[in-house]
């Protein structure tokens, strides 16, 4: 494929040969020079329609440790707000010979209609609530970094599974990986039409997932996307399935603590969990900028 459009039709291949492309990378970003010149005659537009701190900014350092030339696009500050279609901005943008496009968007399947109609290869960086495949894999890639295997690993993804891209792209590609994969949560937000599709188990009680789990994958209650809530409260989701330190020390066991971030402390996970031992939260950022210039290079590659 010319795109990076989602894992869901990736295979186990291409999986495996972006995770040890990525290895590849990280080793070269422990370097003093961190910098590769492989993209140096490639142009990147990184186009936002939605906000982003961590995917942004990691794949602007993906691009820039590749030697790309690397333009930022932020739809709020630009002619979007005065009307200009998608498709306008973005052929607009190519004729100034630009090569690739890592797109942001609040509608589902925006990256995929834009593949259809331009030139460009195409890397999705979240689309509404459909897939933020180079999330699934920097969470795979961080997975398998701590623990040492992915096949027959037990991951619990807990949360907002609704609303959740990231939810999506991590259970497509686990799941292709050999990974067990548990949802838990509140039933209003872990929906049958979903879940059935899906290799998956369902828990409602989050104790027993975690009981259950290797990983707690936990996910960012995303109220930006609820017309109506659907919990009474933050305060009583927090209690009912939110994850504190006195829940995980009752669990007897060590598990690895995940979120991608940004984190709603005090409502899906406590600070104490968060910045805790057991929280390879801020490795998954910087696991983030490896695997993201694995991505680009094999698909600029690919394309020559
Ligand atoms: N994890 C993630 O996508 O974070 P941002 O929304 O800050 O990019």
Known sequence: ?????????????????????AQDFKDVLQRP??????????????????????????FELAERRLSADVLN?????????????????????LSMKVDMVVMRHSASGAPHFLAKHIPAAIVNAGDGINEHPTQALLDAFSMKEKTGRLEGLKVAIIGDIMHSRVALSNIYLLTKMGVEVTVAGPPTL???YLTDALDVRVEYNVKKALQWCDVANVLRIQLERQS??????????????????????????????????PINRGVELDSDVADGPSSIILNQVENGVAVRMAALYLLANREN
């Open 1 to 21: 494929t010319q795109h990076l459009l989602g894992i869901k039709n990736l295979t186990r291949e291409d999986i495996s040969l972006i995770l040890s492309t």
């Open 33 to 58: 020079v961190k910098k590769v010149p492989s993209l140096r005659d490639i142009t990147i537009v990184n186009l936002f329609f939605e906000n982003s701190t961590r995917t942004r900014m990691s």
């Open 73 to 93: 696009f932020t739809a709020s500050a630009s002619s979007v707000a005065k009307g200009e279609t998608l498709l306008d901005t973005v052929n607009n943008i």
């Open 190 to 192: 872990i929906p049958k």
């Open 228 to 261: 109506q809530p659907l919990f009474s409260s933050l305060r009583e989701y927090s209690l009912a399935y939110g994850i504190n330190r006195r829940m995980l020390e009752s669990l007897n066991k060590e598990i690895v603590i995940m979120h991608p971030g």
